[in-house]
């Protein structure tokens, strides 16, 4: 007697459903996957051109890209020694992007002028002095 | 881990030829994970007379915070040098 038995319709069909289930995962991964690698392109950087009173303008930022995916699948046995199998996986990432400088060339030449951003230098500034008071603190309690 | 520069395509502007450079740190270590860091490096200008040079884009922003970090680690080892004197 063959250990393998003949699939059912319904059984044909599961299989099938999750044939296409893995099939969509992978493709939802590649996709992803390509739309993270473009973010290495110069053009992620390299904002669209302006014109702007004789000068072009061209705005450039900072792209930081971080992905992850993972995926499994398993199968086992209940208490009733039935069998089953499943398949799962998940993902994530996150893509930040600041802005860093503009470029502006006009008749008399071209220039970089740096953007600053205050916000982020006030919250360092604030994060710094928390850790000297709390060094300082931990000092005069060692004492 | 890769670092690679890629050139925008040069613009052209009152006879100025900009090319605009940019810098790719790849770190993927496994195909489904990986962090892409891009940012601009420089700016290569071509004159009218011909001559080329390179504007460097240098991040004011992290170069401040970078310092302000510095100056705090100092300021914890100067206290530290003092706090012990005593």
């Known amino acids: 007697m063959s250990n ?11 299989s099938q459903s999750q044939e296409n289930v893995v099939q969509s995962a ?5 996709e992803t996957m390509d739309q993270f690698m473009a973010t290495a392109d110069v053009n992620a950087v390299y904002g669209e051109t302006i014109k702007h009173q004789g000068n072009l ?41 600041r802005p860093v400088a503009v470029i502006v060339a006009g008749e008399h030449g071209v220039e970089v002028k740096p953007v600053v951003d205050f916000t982020k230098i006030y919250l360092t500034a604030f994060t710094t002095l928390g850790f000297i008071t709390a060094a300082w603190l931990r000092m005069r309690r060692g004492r | 881990m890769t670092f690679e520069n890629h050139s925008h395509p040069p613009i052209r502007w009152h006879g100025y030829q900009i090319t605009p450079i940019a810098q790719s740190f790849r ?8 962090i892409i860091w891009n ?24 170069l401040i915070q970078i ?6 680690l100092a300021l914890v080892w100067i206290l530290k040098a003092i706090n012990r004197k005593r």
Do not use: C, H, W
Not at chain 1, 4 to 14: G, K, S, Y
Not at chain 1, 26 to 30: G, L, N, R, S, Y
């Open chain 1, 57 to 97: 303008i061209i705005p450039a930022a900072e792209v930081v890209s971080i992905m992850g995916f993972g995926a499994g699948s398993g199968t086992g046995f209940n208490e009733d020694r039935n069998a089953g199998s499943g398949i799962g996986g998940g993902g994530g990432g996150k893509s930040f992007a």
């Open chain 2, 27 to 34: 770190f993927i270590p496994a195909r489904p994970f990986g």
């Open chain 1, 26 to 30: 992978v493709e939802f991964m590649q």
């Open chain 2, 39 to 62: 940012r601009p490096f420089s700016v290569q200008v071509e004159t009218p007379a011909g001559e080329i040079y390179r504007l460097p884009i240098i991040d004011r922003t992290r």
């Open chain 1, 4 to 14: 393998q038995q003949a699939e059912t319709p319904q059984e044909a069909d599961l």
């Open chain 2, 67 to 72: 310092l302000i970090f510095l100056g705090g």
